[in-house]
C-alpha cells in the first residue's frame, strides 16, 4: 500500500472510531457486559495506546507494550477522547517521518517474521477496527443505536470528508 493512501485510510478510520466513542453515554464510560473483560473506557485507552505503540513499531521497528499503560482506566469519556486524539496526532506525525521508500521496507520483528512496514500499519488498522467492533457490541448491549454502529455509515462519512 502507498504511504499516501494508507495515511487517508488511518485518518478516517480514526474519524470513525471517535465517533463511535462518542455514542458512549458518560455514565456508562466504566460499564463492561461481563467481569473479566474490558470496560468500555479501557477499550477506548487500548485503542489509543495501540495506535502509538503498533506506530512504533511500524516506523521505528521497536515495540514496547506496557500492559497496564494500555489499558489504565483514564477518568472520562471527555478525557479518553482527548488522550485518544493525542495518540493518534503521535501517530501520523511518526509516519509523517517516513519517506514513500521507508514505507515499503520490510523490518525483522521482534516475534520472529519479517514484514513491510505498511502491512505492519496495516495491521494497526485492523487491531483498532476490531476493538472497535467490541465497542458496537457494547453499545448494542446497552440499547444505544447510532450511524456510527452500521458500516454503511462509515462509508457515507468518509464521503463526506472526502477521502472515500
Ligand atoms: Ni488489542
Keep these: 500500500m502507498r504511504l499516501d493512501r494508507f495515511m487517508a485510510y488511518f485518518e478516517k478510520n480514526h474519524r470513525v472510531t471517535v465517533e463511535t466513542c462518542r455514542l458512549l453515554p458518560p455514565e456508562h464510560w466504566q460499564w463492561k457486559p461481563t467481569a473479566s473483560i474490558y470496560t468500555a473506557g479501557q477499550l477506548l485507552c487500548h485503542i489509543a495506546y495501540s495506535q502509538r505503540a503498533m506506530t512504533e513499531w511500524a516506523t521505528h521497528a521497536n515495540f514496547e507494550w506496557r500492559f ?5 482506566a483514564i477518568d472520562s469519556l ?3 477522547l482527548i488522550y485518544l486524539d493525542e495518540c493518534h496526532a503521535q501517530a501520523v506525525e ?8 521507508q514505507f515499503q521496507e520490510t523490518l525483522k520483528t521482534p ?4 514484514a513491510a512496514r505498511w502491512q505492519l500499519a496495516e495491521g494497526m488498522i485492523d487491531h483498532e477496527t476490531h476493538h472497535r467492533g467490541q465497542l458496537h457490541t457494547y453499545l448494542r ?4 443505536e447510532g450511524k ?11 464521503l463526506k470528508v ?3
Design 94 to 101: 511518526l509516519y509523517g517521518t517516513l519517506s514513500e521508500a
Design 148 to 158: 456510527a454502529l452500521a458500516p454503511i455509515f462509515h462509508h457515507v462519512c468518509f
Design 111 to 114: 516475534f520472529g517474521f519479517e
Design 141 to 144: 448491549l446497552l440499547g444505544i
Design 162 to 164: 472526502g477521502i472515500a
Design 78 to 80: 471527555e478525557k479518553g
Design 68 to 72: 497496564k499503560e494500555a489499558t489504565r
